[in-house]
T-cell receptor
Framework: QKEVEQDPGPLSVPEGAIVSLNCTYS??????FMWYRQYSRKGPELLMY????GNKEDGRFTAQVDKSSKYISLFIRDSQPSDSATYLC??????????FGTGTRLTIIP | EAGVTQFPSHSVIEKGQTVTLRCDPI?????LYWYRRVMGKEIKFLLH????????ESGMPNNRFLAERTGGTYSTLKVQPAELEDSGVYFC????????????FGPGTRLTVL
């Protein structure tokens, strides 16, 4: 069983819709939770970074962490074609390695 | 501030040959990580340097892979001899010496072994 599970998609939604991306994990030791965005042929770029449980909002993006359920989410409001990318969840304990989900390929249809 | 750079961007080699990948982290970042993404799979950790020391190399697949970080600056990852299953995208990331600091990723090196 993988430590982090993420639906690979692909996911296609119309422009302006709310997008919901999710990951579940099995290792309760994870403390830091991240969402990365990766465009084709580029490296992952950090979008959201959350420590422990709770919500964090940054512009059109909201990250939620529920440690009791071992479940994290990323919401994108008013989605734009430029949001089309692969979204990767990742998590870690302290200053250690990142453990990634497989990534969800998202397409926003104009 | 320059980001993490990796060289080459793409390498195509024959099975049995040797390839060396290079990563230049962000200046001042003591932590350097190597990750790999094999087609269809998630990005997986290979190893972690703190300055010039290997902090964690639990993700290195076998002894055909050798990583070095001379003087705590740039790092190289050598694959010798390369096998077909080594094909994938190799990412380097760096972070400052802090528990909570984010890891900044380079653009990756796409390795194809024929």
């Amino acid at each position: 069983q993988k430590e982090v599970e993420q639906d690979p998609g692909p996911l296609s939604v119309p422009e302006g819709a709310i997008v919901s991306l999710n990951c579940t994990y099995s290792n309760s030791a994870f403390q830091y939770f991240m969402w990365y965005r990766q465009y084709s042929r580029k490296g992952p770029e950090l979008l959201m970074y959350t420590y422990s449980s709770g919500n964090k909002e940054d512009g059109r993006f909201t990250a939620q962490v529920d440690k009791s359920s071992k479940y994290i989410s990323l919401f994108i409001r008013d989605s734009q074609p430029s949001d089309s990318a692969t979204y990767l969840c990742a998590m870690k304990r302290g200053n250690e390695k990142l453990t990634f989900g497989t990534g969800t390929r998202l397409t926003i249809i104009p | 501030e320059a980001g993490v750079t990796q060289f080459p961007s793409h390498s195509v080699i024959e099975k049995g040959q040797t390839v060396t990948l290079r990563c230049d982290p962000i200046s001042g970042h003591d932590n350097l990580y190597w990750y790999r993404r094999v087609m269809g799979k998630e990005i997986k950790f290979l190893l972690h340097f703190v300055k010039e020391s290997k902090q964690d190399e639990s993700g290195m697949p076998n002894n055909r892979f050798l990583a070095e970080r001379t003087g705590g600056t740039y790092s190289t990852l050598k694959v010798q001899p390369a096998e077909l299953e080594d094909s994938g995208v190799y990412f380097c990331a760096s972070s400052r010496d802090s528990l909570s600091d984010e890891q900044f990723f380079g653009p990756g090196t796409r390795l194809t072994v024929l």
